[in-house]
């Protein structure tokens, strides 16, 4: 039976998938069923496939699609731009005379707060900056409250709603005569920052590393099953010469767990190799080296999706998804590397990895 003979007895089907199946009969008849007739391989070969695509298919696009936000529809001109604050005892007047809204008030006084809290010294109590900005990486909304103190300028940001997102400008300045602080101790401040700062206080301390003269100490959150999830989670960046916090950031690309098994492997990899052989003209040449089911950040590379602003609360959230990494090298050795994320549970292709 020809490919054009298979192709009208099937109706529609991509002849690459038929290829295929004649390339699974041509090693199954000459290696290893040299005595049964090619012509039974083949069709059974092409509906086991059939089953694979017919099942492939099922799962269709159902992420939220992503949305284009415009910035200028984020923050009313007359809210945006730099306000400075007037602070005495607990009373805030707005420099330029305008009526302060009562959720720059609280953030205000909560960061005051927390920089007595962290021991941040000779800050001045009695000035702040409120500056409202919005921020394109994550399409939101963003409040940051500066202070000025007598080495570092320390600066809280929070979301739209007050939820506290980062602080920086706190390591001011040291002298290279100043005893470097042992690993142990440095870890154990950031537990400390840690506690002290208004974040979830379920994330799991997953990693550290001292380079440069500073900690950086990350903590994750966990899947159902206990993986850690890099995507989400706080982290911690600390002097190594005094101690203090340098950098505290929350990143919020929280898991999207789903019941189920998901697409077993052979189903993955027959969407990610027909999405792959459409974009990479060479594509057969590639070998797949690596193959794992990992959590991944959607960032929809090898789709129409690539260069679109995603929505903070939604698209962005990381996933389970099939992983596949080919290489293919040239006479030289080099190497050229392709990575694709096929979603565990919808069988879309989220994203991907490129290295020449």
Not at 35 to 46: D, G, M, V
Not at 216 to 235: I, L, S
Not at 286 to 309: C, G, H, R, W
Request: hydrophobic fraction near 35%; charge should be negative; glycine fraction near 6%.
């Amino acid at each position: 039976m020809k490919s054009e003979d298979l192709l009208f007895a099937f109706g529609n089907i991509d002849e690459k998938y038929v290829q295929a199946a004649e390339k699974a009969v041509i090693y199954s008849t000459t290696v290893k069923r040299k005595k049964i007739s090619k012509r039974y391989f083949l069709i059974a070969a092409l509906i086991s496939l059939i089953g694979v695509i017919s099942c492939a298919e099922e799962y269709q696009w159902r992420l939220p699609l992503p949305q284009i936000h415009e910035s200028n529809n984020a923050i009313a001109s007359t809210d945006a731009g730099d306000e400075k604050v007037i602070i005495n005892n607990n009373n805030l007047v707005a420099e330029s005379g305008m009526q302060l809204d009562e959720l720059s008030k609280n953030l205000v006084l909560d960061s005051i707060n927390l920089l007595k809290e962290l021991k941040v010294e000779s800050f001045d109590s009695e000035e702040a900056t409120i500056v409202k900005e919005f921020d394109s990486s994550r399409s939101r909304e963003v409040i940051k409250i500066e202070f000025m103190a007598e080495t570092s300028c320390p600066t809280f940001t929070y979301d739209q709603y007050g939820n506290f997102l980062s602080v920086t400008g706190m390591s001011g300045i040291y002298t290279a005569e100043q005893e470097v602080y042992t690993k142990e101790q440095l870890l154990e401040m950031a537990e400390c920052y840690y506690k002290i700062l208004p974040i979830k206080q379920h994330y799991q301390l997953s990693n550290y590393s001292l380079e440069d003269g500073y900690l950086e100490v990350n903590y994750y959150a966990t899947a159902k099953d206990g993986t850690c999830n890099p995507f989400e989670g706080f982290r911690l960046l600390i002097c190594e010469r005094n101690g203090s916090l340098s950098v505290g950031t929350i990143f919020q690309s929280s898991l999207v767990e789903e019941d189920g098994i998901g697409l077993s492997e052979n189903e993955a990899i027959i969407i990610a190799e027909k999405s792959l052989s459409e974009i990479q003209s060479d594509f057969e040449d590639f070998i797949l080296d690596e193959s794992k089911k990992d959590i991944v950040q959607p960032n929809y590379l090898y789709t129409k999706y690539e260069n679109v602003a995603l929505d903070a609360d939604g698209i962005t959230n990381s996933r389970w998804a099939w992983v596949f990494r080919y290489t293919k090298s040239n006479s030289s050795g080099v190497s050229k590397k392709i990575g694709i994320y096929i979603d565990l549970f919808t069988g879309e292709v989220i994203g991907g990895e490129y290295w020449l």
